[in-house]
């Protein structure tokens, strides 16, 4: 199986630019699927902390990057959507999180605010011996209550796994726009309209320019902490 992955086929979600060589590197597996970019490619292509693989394992081998609150030991481990990146010695701290059109991008916050990290419930299940087991959008899975429902969004302290906060899906909900042609996008639910059948509901957010519409797997609740703005 090949180690390269070609620019112009990458997910658009990736930071990179796709004509300036013919390949990159590949994630390996791990969170966030087919969506997840490779560490290094963070580190060399977005912050400029490295120029190669050679000099990014060195960098994990010193335990100098956390991700989520863990070492990475490995350059190629996926990044996704509302990780935490932390670089304790830099005293750096950033948050993956969701550009115009909806390519990740990296929003610098504070050291308490990557003691934790936002995860979109995807998946709600009962599990045995009675549990609730929720399956967040990367992929973590979490033994609840019964209190949350899929498209909420849960806050995940770092290094003990509780959860810290909980944002309900519902209108007048603040929500991102991950991907689509409004990816980026911050605004409130004004509606919910229910599609019976295979089809997704739709979601109408009002934002400061406007409104936009688009399906509900499109949309993430966020707290406005989590914008990067007040931070």
Known sequence: MTKHQKRLSVPK???????TDVFTVKADAGPHGED??????????VLG????????????SEDAILVNGTPINDEQRPIGMFDIIAFPGREEYY?????EGGRLALTEIDGAAADSRLGKIEKKQHVTGGDVQLTLHDGTNVIVDDEYETNDSIVIDNEDKSIVAHFPYEEGALVT??????????????????????GSNTVTVSTDDGEFETVEEY?????????????
Do not use: C
């Open 36 to 45: 997840g970019v490779p560490l290094v490619v963070l580190l060399r292509d």
């Open 49 to 60: 902390y490295v120029d190669s693989k050679k000099e990014a394992r060195y960098a994990l």
């Open 95 to 99: 948050r993956v999180f969701p550009d």
């Open 13 to 19: 979600s990736w930071p990179v630019e796709r004509k």
């Open 177 to 198: 726009a991950v991907r689509g042609n409004h990816g980026g996008k911050i605004g409130e639910i004004d509606d919910i309209e229910v599609t019976y059948g295979s």
């Open 219 to 231: 949309v993430v609740v966020i707290d406005e902490n989590f914008t990067g703005g007040d931070e």
